[in-house]
């Protein structure tokens, strides 16, 4: 059966869709379906530690097993993402028997619904067909998105690099020749290590998009903002280096190599980091084993969490009379630990803003130790959760019963605690 797709665009808020695979294709798919409000069914055997976040916030229902036809039951439609083409067509025939429209990654032919390669802008939605060629749809989608942003007023050119290494010219990233000057050695690719921002898809620097539509491969961390890797080309390896705190996690040296070898094979390299590469983000490390290997890389800030989450939940770090300073410290080391680097007791006689990251389990150990030392435990305080995206959750308190009041409403990683007078600033 032929002829031209009709395009549509689904309501899904509230509406069933199931997913079946939980490997690096669904990994893209799943975010955009639940910005949609989607209530998505996941069924794999095993998943992502991207996906297995999404499934621990309660954003999503995860059946740890195969695929069965009865899992279609109420649902509007399904993405089959999964690679083994018998199990797809099984998948595929089950949607059929229920006219349920069924997207299939490993056959487009063999689907009755293709996703669009999309792009957002504001409360504007484009979304391309590019007549079954997932190239031309990203190549007319990338047009469309330089256009709006250009007619916003946002620069649309190349700006230089932020940061550079192994003696690239900014913006210009060389190919040096590893051990001297060897030009018949073979091409090297490049890295970037990219910040995406904390949340909000459209936070990512008008570079960094940009440098990740040029990516052939991206190794994303879990807080990387999902739809952006829903607009990535459909040839593009993901590689999820997701680090959930406190659970499964793949080893620094492991993302060191993959970024080194993909690199080395003459690859275009992002490494895709959620708020700031060098804010707590161990950018660092990673941008000097690249450079050990001879691998050029560049270096693209972003909109760090630490700034922006307060400001979305109307938090400012810093306000005329009120503070004129604010320090930001990691909070995933206990204050008693022999591990730790931060002097609280030194901060808590600070008078300007505190914002703590990754200190949501250890909260109550922090907010004991200021208080301890010194810091009035009526000091006004708030944690927000997820900050900047649909989900974001916000609560104001005190340094002395924050940590209870974080029990209490069941907030969860990942959340920013801000203590400081700033808390109230702007309140009217």
């Not at 094979?265 to 450079?291: I, M, S, T, W």
Request: aromatic residues 2%; charged residues 20%.
């Amino acid at each position: 059966m032929s002829g031209s797709p009709y395009p549509l665009g689904l309501r899904l808020a509230g509406r069933r869709v199931v997913v079946v695979g939980g490997g690096a294709v669904a990994t893209r798919r799943v975010p955009a379906l639940l910005d949609a409000g989607a209530d998505v069914l996941l069924v794999a055997p095993e998943l992502t530690p991207a996906l297995r976040a999404h499934v621990d916030a309660g954003r999503l229902r995860w059946e740890p097993r195969r695929f069965v036809p009865d899992d279609l039951d109420g649902a509007w439609l399904v993405q089959v993402a999964v690679d083994d083409r018998v199990a797809a067509a099984a998948v595929s025939a089950a949607a059929a028997e229920r006219r349920i429209f069924c997207v299939r990654a490993d056959d487009r032919a063999a689907a009755t619904a293709w996703t669009p390669a999309v792009t957002r802008h504001g409360p504007v939605t484009v979304a391309v067909l590019g007549g079954g060629d997932p190239r031309r749809a990203m190549s007319v989608r990338d047009a469309v998105r330089e256009l709006l942003a250009a007619r916003a007023g946002q620069p649309t050119g190349e700006p230089a690099a932020a940061g550079t290494a192994s003696g690239a010219e900014p913006g210009r990233p060389s190919v040096p020749a590893p051990g001297g000057s060897d030009t018949g050695a073979a091409p090297v690719g490049r890295v970037a290590l990219v910040g995406a921002g904390p949340g909000d898809p459209e936070l990512i620097t008008v570079r960094g998009w940009r440098l990740l539509t040029e990516a052939e491969v991206v190794v994303a961390d879990r807080l990387v903002p999902g739809l952006l890797l829903d607009e990535l080309r459909p040839d593009v390896e993901l590689v999820d280096a997701s680090k959930i705190p406190y659970g499964p996690s793949r080893a620094q040296e492991e993302i060191n190599r993959i970024l080194v070898d993909r690199a080395r094979a003459g690859k275009v390299v992002v490494r895709l980091k959620g708020g700031d590469p060098y804010v707590f983000g161990r950018g660092g490390e990673e941008l000097l084993a690249c450079a050990e290997a001879g691998v050029p890389v560049t270096v693209v800030p972003g909109v760090t969490s630490a700034i922006s989450v307060p400001a979305a939940a109307g938090v400012p770090v810093t306000h005329r009379a009120v503070a004129h300073e604010f320090t930001v410290v990691s909070g995933h080391v206990a204050p008693d630990s022999p591990a730790s680097l931060v002097r609280w007791e030194s901060l808590a006689g600070l008078r300007g803003t505190l914002v703590i990251l990754m200190g949501l389990k250890n909260l109550a150990a922090i907010s004991a130790t200021l208080v301890a030392h010194g810091r009035p435990a009526e000091t006004p305080a708030a944690v927000i959760q997820e900050g900047t995206t649909t989900a974001q959750r916000t609560i104001r308190s005190t340094l002395g019963t924050v940590a209870a009041d974080v029990g209490a409403a069941g907030l969860r990683p990942p959340a920013i605690v801000v203590i400081g007078d700033v808390v109230g600033a702007l309140d009217t």
